[in-house]
């Protein structure tokens, strides 16, 4: 019972933020992050870890700024959801800049997988290249542990005609998508398991990788087109980068198809690691006989 009221509080809230400046609502985010900071938590320590396993180079000084900037920025996107989920189309376009290299009004855009990367503008970068697509698209999402949570999320998500597929049941529903042209939206670079996973290197460190992108994209004759949501600098907003097809993907070979995926992160991270999702367990599963580095 609690636990519902506390979801409906929090839902209210968040549409109450939608309505704000987002200046104010960022900044509230920003603030709440520095402070939360402070205090030990799982989470900072799953950061710290993180980065040093990726940038074992750094000195702690440069690990604890960039640690402090991201637990600041995912945060922020928690608050920031308040517009991302409840905020106008006309809010949204004000909000976030487009610097695409795929002609996205092209009707004859080939069947295709749009490979969105967790950096924590994510959400923004997806809901707003649904919308920039303006044709009916798929999107694949993890299911949540709060089912009221969930359906908002779902609902939030699909508000600018986009059809929604839990991920653990995706491969027909995605194949089907494809046949019917419809661009698919879907996220690959978290660890989900061994399953339908192989370990191929990310910043040096063998990481248990999917292999779905590049098997969907041999079914299913699609061409894959990475995109990241980046937050801008002094509270503006976002930019919607997305980028070209990659070239002679996929091989066919699902460790080199990983890797492609995990390359593309290690060059794209140093741009701006703060905003990388180093809040999530990304080498929770660990090749067979290794310890857990958590």
């Not at 938590?41 to 604890?64: A, G, Q, T, Y």
């Not at 908002?152 to 991920?167: E, G, H, L, T, Y």
């Not at 995605?174 to 978290?190: I, Q, S, T």
């Not at 779905?212 to 907003?237: C, D, M, N, S, T």
Request: net charge positive; charged share 25%.
């Amino acid at each position: 019972m609690l636990g519902r009221l506390g979801t409906h509080f929090g839902i209210a809230l968040l549409k109450l933020f939608a309505i704000l400046p987002y200046g104010f609502v960022a900044r509230l985010g920003d603030g709440l992050g520095w402070l939360l900071y402070q205090i030990p938590s799982r989470r900072k320590r799953i950061v710290h870890i993180n980065l040093k396993l990726c940038f074992p180079d750094w000195s702690d000084e440069r690990r604890e700024e960039v640690a402090g900037k991201h637990f600041r920025h995912a945060i922020r996107s928690y608050l920031e959801r308040s517009v991302q989920w409840f905020g106008s189309a006309k809010k949204l376009e004000k909000l976030i800049q487009v610097e695409s290299e795929v002609d996205l009004s092209d009707p004859d855009l080939p069947p295709t997988l749009f490979l969105g990367l967790h950096f924590v503008g994510i959400e923004a970068g997806s809901i707003f290249l649904n919308y920039s697509l303006h044709r009916r698209c798929g999107s694949l999402y993890q299911p949540m542990s709060n089912p009221l949570l969930e359906e908002v999320a779902k609902a939030a998500r699909a508000r600018f005609d986009a059809d929604m597929a839990s991920r653990a049941d995706s491969a027909r529903i995605v194949l089907r998508w494809l046949r019917e042209r419809k661009p698919v939206m879907l996220g690959a670079d978290m660890d989900y398991g061994a399953r339908n996973s192989t370990f191929v290197p990310f910043f040096g460190v063998p990481t248990c990788t999917l292999t779905a992108v590049g098997r969907l994209a041999k079914v299913g004759r699609a061409q894959v087109v990475p995109f990241i949501g980046e937050v801008l600098p002094h509270y503006k907003g976002y930019k919607l980068k997305i980028f070209k097809p990659w070239d002679n993907y996929p091989t066919g070979d699902d460790d080199a198809d990983a890797r492609r995926m995990n390359a593309f992160l290690e060059e794209q991270i140093p741009r701006i690691p703060e905003q990388y999702y180093w809040v999530h367990k990304r080498f929770k599963t660990r090749p067979p006989g290794e310890p857990s580095v958590y």
